[in-house]
């Protein structure tokens, strides 16, 4: 298999909650939900950068898309990692999502290996860094 990621699809529990969150709150471009008028089918999609995309899609329909029960949520399973160019960017992200509404699980601040970093979940508690 080549690396080829093109999607990052993110289960939630209240799709418009997410919507407003990524698009009015963090300021992700978007065209908003999409689907509605099919079961299942209502997500909404962010360009994150050329290639990339990021989609919101409700737990549920995730759950029957793939065939598998919805689960309990597990923040610590994964995380998605947002890297810019200095500390003072990354205390103004910190700030932005906290604003939107995100939950800061670890505030920004210097690490073992000599970068500088921190994370906060969204309303969903998907860990971004």
């Given at each position: 298999m080549k690396p080829r990621v093109t999607l990052i699809t993110l289960g939630v529990d209240d799709l418009e909650r997410s919507l407003r969150f990524y698009r009015d709150g963090l300021g992700l471009p978007t065209q908003g939900i999409v689907g509605e008028q099919f079961e299942h089918g209502a997500v909404a999609?962010?360009?994150?950068?050329?290639g990339l995309k990021l989609a919101i899609w409700p737990r549920a329909s995730l759950a029957h898309d793939t065939g598998l029960p919805v689960s309990v949520r597990s923040p610590a399973g994964s995380s998605l990692a947002h890297n810019v160019g200095s500390q003072?960017?990354?205390?103004?992200?910190?700030?932005?999502?906290?604003?939107?509404?995100?939950?800061?699980v670890k505030p920004a601040q210097p690490t073992f290996w000599g970068g500088y970093a921190g994370y906060f979940a969204d309303p969903d508690g998907h860990l971004w860094e």
């Open positions: 999609f962010f360009d994150l950068q050329p003072a960017e990354a205390d103004a992200v910190m700030q932005q999502a906290a604003a939107a509404g995100a939950t800061i």
